[in-house]
């Protein structure tokens, strides 16, 4: 009977755990899909691109350094002076690029947790001119991305980390804020093992764009 | 020879709730409950498992990697005579009939309704009892 009791007791408690990890889990799904749903709020104005990526890259290493302690990576820039400005939503870009940002740090977290053996965590910002358009590439030393995964990765909810660590909804929304929104294109190199590179397409003006920023 | 049922969910906690939920059966010894995290695992154990007493596999859909829909014909063909019961949140027609037609048994969706999953189990083990 008291051995039925303390069962219990101690199921309710591993449960009620479980419902507030869970709960929290549910939260920034809800608060990811809400912050999705705000777009087309923001005004697209010309920015420059090089330090929109800038300060989108300082954004992310203080944020991945306040959340983890002893998190440390080498960060590179390779901007092209002649990227200039680009008629964009810098809430929305900025978001496309936190989320590709911290998914590098991740991988390259991963990897370093798993190989040790002189393994520098690196990810290099780059940008670069296409005359009307402007490229902007996130390319991160971690452990690259399985062919099945790459099927899968902008597909809502789709994730590989841990319950609670990810909520699938980051490549997804930032496919649709790059292609749908600002009529740009998004694709990723990765070779396993090696490194992962997502290279996003923008066009210099708005009018190129279909969906334009009223959806 | 003890009957084994084998859960397949990327979810880590489903298996706390399945030890949970079916563990007086478990202690009595009914059945044992093996669970893989993903459909690789899952097509590992259901091999390692030949002429064992596998006697029911439950299945999610949405997974990394291999999805439970890619896994059921994979699964079926290892094992023909072991049902399959898809287990997912999208209980939609498409996916219904898309699970029926890779040889599925029936499909549950989440949140999972114990009383017709330990029926589903139940008839199982009953059979194999005979």
């Known amino acids: ?177 790059i292609v749908k929104q600002h009529a740009g294109s998004i694709e990723v190199d990765t070779q396993p093992g090696e490194f992962t590179e997502f290279r996003g397409i923008l066009p210099r003006a708005a009018t190129a764009s279909k969906a334009g920023g009223n959806r | 020879m003890s009957l084994l049922v084998l859960v397949v969910d990327d979810e880590s906690d489903v298996e706390m709730l399945f030890r949970q939920q079916f563990r007086r059966d478990l202690r009595a010894g009914r059945f044992t409950m093996d669970f893989a995290q993903s459909a690789d695992r899952a097509l590992q154990r259901i091999s390692d498992a030949e002429g064992a007493s596998l006697i029911l596999i439950l299945s999610d859909i949405n997974m990394p990697g291999m999805s439970g829909l890619e896994l059921l014909p994979k699964a079926k063909a290892l094992r023909p005579d072991v049902p399959v019961i898809m287990i997912t949140a999208y209980g939609d027609d498409q996916t219904k009939r898309k699970a029926l037609e890779g040889g599925a048994e029936t499909l549950l969706t989440k949140p999972i309704d114990f009383v017709a999953l330990r029926n589903e189990i139940d008839s199982r083990v009953a059979v194999a009892g005979q």
């Open chain 1, 1 to 177: 009977m008291r051995e039925e009791a303390n069962e219990l007791t101690h199921m309710l408690k591993g449960n009620l755990e479980k419902v507030v990890q869970h709960g929290k889990r549910a939260d920034s799904i809800v608060k990811n899909m809400l912050l999705h749903s705000r777009e087309g709020s923001g005004e697209r104005r010309p920015i420059d691109v090089n330090s929109l990526v800038e300060e989108s890259l300082n954004l992310a290493y203080h944020g991945a350094r306040a959340e983890k302690q002893g998190f440390k990576i080498r960060l590179e820039q390779d901007f092209d002076p002649a990227a200039g400005k680009v008629d964009l939503c810098p809430q929305e870009i900025t978001r496309v690029l936190l989320n590709l940002i911290s998914n590098g740090f991740y991988a390259s977290m991963k990897r370093k947790a798993e190989v040790r053996d002189g393994y520098e965590p690196a990810l290099v910002a780059a940008t670069r001119s296409l005359g009307d358009r402007v490229e902007i590439r996130i390319r991160d030393n971690g452990g690259g991305i399985a062919a099945e995964v790459k099927d899968k990765m902008f597909n809502p909810f789709f994730t590989t980390k841990p319950p609670g660590e990810g909520t699938g909804l980051g490549l997804s929304i930032s496919y649709d804020i």
